[in-house]
């Protein structure tokens, strides 16, 4: 025979074997290739070890965690099948063990078993595509042990589908398995829920991420500086399948702009279209400074190089999330996908800038990208939420500016004179603090309240027990105490009161556990029909009115609203207000004309 005619298949005839890509060559065939769900894969491998296993199991999360793959590897379990061979037993009963490709196991894998039926819900949505299952899940299968029906995107089934399931689904035949899979579990009906085993595919932790292409990069003989993949686990958010993709991409873009093939940082910074990450950190100190003439050169260099404006705020956003949880919460924001330079950065940042300013500008910087995506100048767009994050960067909180004025404990004013997250020279600051330095500023004195009884202390009084639930940031019941509560009896360990109308009765429970829990007694708080004195809130009313009254019906007051027709009473000050307040008059260097009364003999 002329093997010019016939060349060998395996020659150097034969045409190239197609490309597989990475997601599909490195897709997971066993639970042990699966990384991120060990919960999961625990509860599943405890159930095929003690023979529970469910009849339906639904799958979901976000796009590429996993959920198809899963679908396969649990037919694969499910009908695992291995022959008996030298110095091994045959293995014929579901198993999640499968470290030998069993007898079904490759066409399971590759989607072409004939008792293995994938269906795509986005296109077989009708009641007659389920009709079709129902009739064919009675017979038996024709090769493997069990029958497996994966359904992918369960949630566009039409709701005649989903009830002309319900019944199959609940007591299907022994033969028969359902695998569901969503991203939107929500728009699956509960009824469907009820009957399956449900798992949470979660998102892969972003450096489990990067080591886990680490080892592809490996396996594939590509070099890869740790910054690249470091961008691309933060890229893909969560997904493996998005991130492979990526690497696909950054692996041929790599081979193209490098002379020995590696994939670089920047290089790779400029396929994604994103900004350096020392450079967004540039930027956003910048901003934070007030020094908006750099931030906008900064952020026109960057646009110049290709960074899209929006991810170049988001960026910011992410940084100021860092920086927040490196200043919260240092041991939860250690993560392998993080750079030292990031780190570091971070770091100052969390010691520099205060909890207020860096959730202000989280704020601003989210709300900058959503307005970018519907602008049609995104550079100019982007330059106005700089300006704006740098001039809202002077403001200091309000806790510092009623500090300033003297609304707080004596020196704490020129203590907070300049806030820690302003620059040196803000406008506003030296607004305010110009006065604070003219002379010394009056304290504001305490106002007398009852002391709020800690944990174990016997509660003295109801407007302790008032101040006892604003201690503890209760504000709701703190406002139903003051607003429902017409107390009758007050006593160590017992409250009966009238509830005022419109309160509601779930107030007595709601407070009989609340002080069991702070005072560790037993207290007992009970509603009766009436005999109850006015409530706080009442009682607050009644005196602001009563000193509004005696206020119009004084002469001088009465010849204003003469004067001036339309004129209002808008608050109305006691003298120990007037003297509280008298420090921070001076202060704000606020001068009144003499229009007070003349004093009684």
Known sequence: MDDALFPDPQGAGAPPAAYRVLARKYRPSSFADLIGQEPMVRTLENA????????????????????????????????????????????????????????????????????VLEMDAASHTGIDDVREIIDNARYRPVMARTKVYIIDEVHMLSKAAFNGLLKTLEEPPEHVKFIFATTEIDKVPVTVRSRCQRFDLRRIDAGLLAEHLRKICEKESVEIEPDALAMIARAAEGSVRDSLSLLDQAIAYGSAHSANGAIKADDL??????????????????????????????????????????????????????????????????????????????????????????????????????????????????????????????????????????????????????????????????????????????????????????????????????????EKREIRLKISLESDVRLVRFEQGRIEFELAPGGSRELASALMQKLQLWTNERWMVSIVAAGGAPTLKEKREAQEAERRSGLEADPVVASVLAHFPGAQIIAVRSKDDQASRA????????????MSPPEED
């Open 48 to 115: 095929f070890d003690l023979g529970r296993i469910h009849q339906a199991y639904l799958l979901t999360g976000v796009r590429g965690v996993g959920k198809t793959t899963t679908a396969r590897i649990l037919a694969r379990a499910f009908n695992y099948e291995l022959p008996a061979t030298d110095g091994r037993a045959a293995v014929n009963q579901p198993t999640i063990h499968m470290d030998t490709l069993g007898v079904h196991c490759q066409a399971i894998i590759d989607s072409r078993h004939v008792d």
């Open 269 to 470: 910074r400029l396929m994604l279209g994103v900004a350096d990450k020392s450079r967004v950190i540039d930027l956003f100190e910048a901003v934070m400074a007030g020094d908006v003439a750099k931030a906008i050169a900064l952020l026109e260099d960057q646009y110049n190089g290709g960074a899209d404006p929006a991810q170049a705020l988001l960026e910011m956003a992410e940084f100021a999330h860092l920086a927040t949880r490196l200043k919260l919460a240092p041991e939860t924001a250690q993560s392998a996908a993080l750079t030292p330079e990031e780190k570091r950065r971070g770091q100052e940042a969390a010691e520099r800038l205060s909890v207020p300013a860096l959730t202000r500008a989280w704020q601003i910087l989210m709300k900058g990208v959503d307005e970018l995506r519907g602008s049609q100048r995104p550079l100019q767009a982007a330059d106005m939420v700089l300006v704006r994050l740098a001039y809202a960067a002077d403001l200091p909180t309000p806790g510092d500016v009623l500090k300033q004025l003297g609304y707080g404990a004596p020196g704490a004013a020129a203590a907070s004179a300049t806030p820690a997250s302003a620059p040196r020279g803000a406008p506003f600051a030296a607004s305010v603090s110009a006065p604070v330095a003219r002379g010394p500023v009056a304290a504001r004195p305490a106002v007398a309240q009852p002391a709020p009884a800690a944990p174990g202390v016997a509660i003295a009084s109801f407007e302790a027990l008032v101040a006892l639930a604003e």
């Open 583 to 594: 420090g921070a008059e001076e202060a704000a260097d606020v001068q009144y004309d003499d």
